[in-house]
């Protein structure tokens, strides 16, 4: 699947690890950001990421992505860690040059970068963004893509709903009044 997915997305090597980010926030409350990652045939649960953003105001998700995009491979550089064979994010052309805007500050250049827009199942692929790829809904690609996609994002959406509800009976804690303790 690997080697069809370089020739699909027309990569120069077959990813061996692909990370994927996704955003989570309702309009512009609570906002975090998934990173999960399949490598070598499977999701490999030990390396996903949360990340709460700090410093987006409102409801940008390109902002979201590029302080997301910034953050993790600002690490790996720092880290000396490699880059993974593939950078997808959940999302169209706005995201797509969101995250390479972010890699583009971070001088790392030539990183296969990709982005699938959820109704249409649409692949932007970075540098073919006029040709975008469109694969048959059986296609064995698609729907490793897709999965990866998936999985960032129920990772994306549990965590938002965990800081909200965290939030909510914070709130719910601190207004209501202390009850006395007996013998006051």
């Known amino acids: 699947i690997q080697a069809a997915l370089r020739d699909v997305l027309g990569l120069e090597d077959a990813p061996r690890r692909i990370e994927c980010f996704d955003i ?4 512009g409350t609570d906002m975090v950001a998934s990173m999960v990652v399949w490598e070598e045939g499977r999701m490999k649960k030990a390396d996903y990421r949360k990340f709460i953003i ?6 940008d998700d390109f902002a979201c992505m590029r302080e997301v995009i910034t953050r993790r491979y600002s690490r790996l550089q720092r880290e000396e860690t490699p880059l993974p064979g593939l950078i997808l994010v959940d999302g169209g052309l706005g995201q797509l040059h969101a995250a390479a805007g972010a ?6 250049i030539n990183q296969p970068l990709a982005s699938i827009a959820k109704r249409e199942e ?19 690609v698609l729907h490793l893509v897709q999965s990866v996609r998936d999985e ?13 509800q965290n939030r ?3 709130a719910q804690r601190k207004s209501r ?3 006395k303790p007996a013998g006051e």
């Open 54 to 59: 700090r410093g987006v105001e409102g409801n």
């Open 177 to 179: 009044p202390r009850k």
């Open 24 to 27: 989570s926030h309702i309009q």
């Open 122 to 140: 649409t692949i932007y692929v970075l540098g073919q963004e006029e040709e975008p790829v469109k694969l048959d809904r059986f296609s064995p």
């Open 168 to 170: 909510l009976t914070g």
């Open 103 to 108: 890699l583009d500050a971070l001088g790392i």
């Open 152 to 164: 960032a994002h129920r990772f994306a959406v549990t965590f938002h709903r965990a800081r909200r």
